[in-house]
């Protein structure tokens, strides 16, 4: 299985950097897709905890190299200090860390759009996490971004700020109202960073193209989650990137054809950040322990998650989306003192019964969640590593979710350490 692909089937938090920390053990290669430094993934290793948001979790893995594809938006202050605060706990970035000249660079004018952008009175606000996302996506696409590669080409790189901040200018004078931006204030921050950076950029398609020559084993670490996609999830409310599985051909340049496995990670619950339809959201007693318990504060922004009861539609659509072939379930034991638990089924939209997700997001936000209900098991599954560990009741809860999401659960994930996990 050379390429190894895992995604988020939720709106996020899934705990994806545990699973990738778990799965690169016998990968040569870990390689982030999409998304930038929105992302945030805690893993706790030898009660050490890390919180990584650019950097693939596969760094915490000694002799693994990481790569981050042409498919991510880098803010190189931001990774920098990531590399020097994972340096400080012992783990070392240098000569294998790469980062693709093709991904585009995050600048703080960036930033200071994405938050003026959702400060406007007119306009919804989609909650993003302020790091400047969608302004850096939004400019590769218009084609006026700056890419790592114009950092060697001191005329290219002038050029494209110049115009670039006179674009920025123009919306910030007469959209935003906020102050301007200068080009030389840009540049000088450009040359402040860059001896930080470029060291680390590399040309992260070759070697790709030489491991999978090689047949060594390469993961590909999906950020946010399927319904965050910006083409498949719940537009507008969705991060600016291709979340899916399909991401990692944009993103990293690896082909279709050699991807060989999906792995999807889903929590036995849901949580969402942010604004956006959420069917199953829990405004009560049992919404507040599910938070409280799951410690569900965003790693990014600290803000408190909304959380809610597994959506078994949500669970099906990322299946067939992303084609996932195996589910790591996370943070089971989140659920060892709710007496009753309820899983999504259907929707009610208009007195209809809905089985699929919509494909309009005006559907989903009108959609009412119709529930399976099931017993809680009450006891201790925190902390076990094996099935004959778990109380019955979540075992058929495990079951349960694996029926009607549409396929096996191989990993169960009990805790936040690397060893709390059950795998099958
Ligand atoms: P952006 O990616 O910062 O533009 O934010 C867009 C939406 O995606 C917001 O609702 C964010 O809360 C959400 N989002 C972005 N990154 C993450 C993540 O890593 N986990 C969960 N939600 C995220």
Redesign the pocket.
């Known amino acids: 299985m050379p390429v190894t692909v895992l995604v988020?089937m939720q709106?996020?938090?899934e705990g994806k950097g545990k699973v990738v920390d778990l799965l690169s053990e016998n990968k040569s290669i870990v390689a982030r897709y999409q998304?930038?430094a929105?992302?945030?993934h805690t893993v706790v290793v030898s009660g050490k905890q890390f919180v990584l948001h650019l950097i693939p979790s596969g760094i915490l893995r000694e002799g693994k190299t990481c790569l981050i594809g042409s498919g991510v938006v880098v803010d190189p202050s931001s990774l920098i200090d990531e590399i020097e605060e994972i340096k400080k706990m012992g783990v070392n970035a240098e000569g294998r860390l790469f980062i693709s000249p093709r991904a585009h660079c995050i600048l703080p004018i960036h930033r200071t759009q994405?938050v003026a952008n959702e400060n406007r009175k007119t306009q919804k606000k989609?909650?993003?996490?302020?790091?400047g996302?969608?302004p850096a996506y939004s400019d590769k696409t218009s084609r006026t971004g700056i890419p790592f590669s114009f950092f060697n080409d001191r005329e290219k790189l002038v050029s494209a700020v110049t115009a670039l901040v006179e674009r920025k200018n123009c919306l910030m004078e007469h959209l935003y109202g906020g102050e301007r931006f200068d080009a030389t204030e840009v540049l000088a921050y450009i040359d402040s960073i860059a001896p930080k950076i470029m060291p680390y950029i590399a040309d992260t398609r070759e070697k790709l193209r030489i491991a999978m020559e090689n047949g060594e084993e390469i993961l590909c670490e999906g950020?946010?989650?399927t319904m965050?996609d910006i083409d498949h999830g719940s537009y507008p409310?969705?991060?600016?990137?291709n979340t899916i599985s399909g991401g990692v051909s944009t993103g990293l340049g690896i082909s279709p054809r050699n991807v060989d496995k999906v792995i999807g990670v889903i929590k036995a619950y849901t949580?969402?950040?942010?604004?956006?339809p959420f069917p199953t959201e829990l405004h009560d007693e049992t919404g507040q322990k599910i938070q409280d318990e799951g410690g569900e504060f965003?790693?990014?922004?600290g803000?408190a998650?909304r959380c809610g009861w597994f959506d078994a539609l949500v669970a099906r659509y990322a299946v067939e989306i992303n084609g996932v072939d195996e589910i790591v379930l996370t943070k089971l034991d989140v659920l060892d003192k709710i007496e009753k638990l309820k899983v999504c089924v259907a929707y009610e939209v208009d007195g209809k019964r809905v089985e699929r997700i919509p494909d309009d997001t005006s559907i989903l936000e009108r959609a009412k969640p119709i529930y399976h209900e099931i017993d809680g098991w009450n006891s201790k599954s925190a902390g076990a590593t094996s099935m004959d560990e778990l109380p019955e009741k979540a075992k058929e809860y495990i079951k349960y979710l694996e029926e009607v999401s549409g396929a096996p659960i191989t990993i169960i994930s009990t805790g936040k350490g690397r060893e709390a996990a059950i795998i099958l």
Request: proline share 0%; net charge positive.
């Open positions: 988020g709106w996020g938090d998304g930038g929105n992302a945030g994405d989609i909650g993003t996490t302020g790091k996302i969608g950020a946010q989650g965050l409310y969705v991060t600016s990137s949580t969402r950040v942010g604004e956006g965003g790693a990014t922004t803000r998650r």
